[in-house]
């Protein structure tokens, strides 16, 4: 019998990031694929979330979100991005910011239009756009400092073009977009009148580049749409909680098929978020050493074993590059370091419209304990020196 199966679930499979993970996951290797952020929540978030679930709310929320959360993020907008928003109006919790992403695309996107995206790009990003029948046309950033041509950039736009998406500090390649750029990328979406989707979600974590949110900007703030959410922040990628911010009638539609879709996000994790979001900013530096010390160990280890490391600017995502012919291609590489190492990675090909332009690239994420992190180096330290392993 033959099932009959959505076109636009015709094209789905399960991503490389989470492929690689369950095969790590299953012979119990350490997980550079997938950013699980496994690191220990700040007490305080989970002290919350737990004297939430003592407490019995256990019901569902607002469809915004709880008021005590859209109150704290609020604060935070206003004091961390320069954004003024009303928590009663400008403001949906999601179901993480996979849910506020899709969402948002279904607030604002019929299928055909177009959508400016940046390459390498996040495939979730990627694989939602193309779900809802809308059409993707790429910018590309080229390393080491992913700078892109601004002749291309205009060229991407078109009479179709209904959104322009940035993410910054960036998945895989950990670009920070500087103000030059963001303000660029408000000109022409005002010309062609396109929202700016920007989803932020590691806004805290950066070195030496200040994160910039365009939607400060008064000249960009009337057709940006800002993403955020806990789980990078606060180690808590499983607890799905993620916000939208944004003019009050696109967020009234946001909040509405939030509904449709998830009804709320858990309603203890979202006094868990809230109190993360009152932590001193002693929390965000500490945070932000912590992880250049494991990205300067991540690149150091890379560089020993013959790789050019792209060493990012912000996020905790690494793209390396391992040169023609050691590896027939990004997956064998990948596949490869996993068995003889018990190390996974993500090929680069996964993040790429043209896969060739990944294909000597693996991605590296170091949000991980140091003990497990420096475990994971010491084996990848024994991998062969730029030798041709087929």
Known sequence: MAHRIADRAQGLRQSDIRRFSAICAAMKGINLSQGVCDQPAPDAVKQAAKDAIDADHAVYTNLRGIIELRQAIARKMKAFNGIVADPEREIAVNVGTAGSFACVCLATLNPGDEVVVFAPFYSYHVGMIRLIGAEVRFVNTHPPAWQYADAELAAAFTDRTRMI????????????????????????????????????????????KPHISVGRFPEAAPRTITISGGSKTYAVTGWRIGYTVGPEEVIDKVACINDLLYICAPAPLQHGIAAGLALPDSYYDEMREDYRTKRDLMADTLRQIGFHPY??????????????????????????????????????????????????????CYAKKMPELQEACRRLRK?????KTW
Not at 325 to 354: C, K, Q, W
């Open 165 to 208: 998406l940035v993410n910054t500090p960036a998945n895989p390649s950990g670009k920070v977009f500087a103000e030059t750029e963001l303000k660029r990328i408000a000109e022409l979406a005002d010309k062609h009148d396109a929202w700016i989707v920007t989803d932020e979600i590691y806004e805290y974590i950066t070195h030496d």
């Open 311 to 364: 060493v990012p600017d912000g996020s905790y995502y690494m793209l390396a590059d391992f040169g023609e012919g050691r590896y027939r291609d990004a997956t064998h590489a990948a596949e490869s370091i996993l068995e003889t190492t018990g190390v996974a990675t993500v090929p680069g090909s996964a993040f790429y419209p043209n896969p060739a332009d990944g294909e000597t690239q693996l991605r590296f």
């Open 383 to 387: 991998l062969p020196s730029g030798s």
